[in-house]
């Protein structure tokens, strides 16, 4: 279960609790239990939407060298990566590294 970030009211002290995507209070938002009254904080962690990760492929990759070995190219011969595994698969073979 993903953790999210809350303000202990009592104490104000921050603190990351652990609840389902679906069970999660809205921001702003109080929650009780046994440790004390929390409110809900907005988290500054920047978080990888997995939807938009799952439609990004096949994508033309501006930044990997031409003719790269175990790709498809366009035209002027830059690399085609097809899925997230084919990325990985990718990088390991040339020892590069995803730049997010």
């Known amino acids: 279960m993903p953790t999210y970030p809350f303000l202990n009211i009592e104490t104000g002290e921050e603190t990351e ?3 389902s995507m679906s069970g999660v209070p ?3 938002e109080e929650h ?3 440790d004390g009254k929390f409110k809900r904080l ?3 962690d920047t978080q990888i ?3 938009v990760i799952r439609n990004m492929y096949p994508y033309l990759s501006q930044s990997l060298p ?3 070995e175990g790709c498809d ?3 002027q011969g830059k690399p085609i990566i097809t899925s997230r595994r084919h990325e990985a698969n990718i990088a390991a073979m040339h020892g590069y590294e995803r730049d997010y």
Do not use: K, M, Q, W
């Open 17 to 19: 609790l652990f609840f």
């Open 26 to 28: 809205s921001i702003g």
């Open 32 to 34: 009780c239990n046994e």
């Open 42 to 44: 907005p988290s500054l």
């Open 49 to 51: 939407d997995v939807g």
């Open 66 to 68: 031409r003719n790269l």
């Open 73 to 75: 190219t366009n035209h």
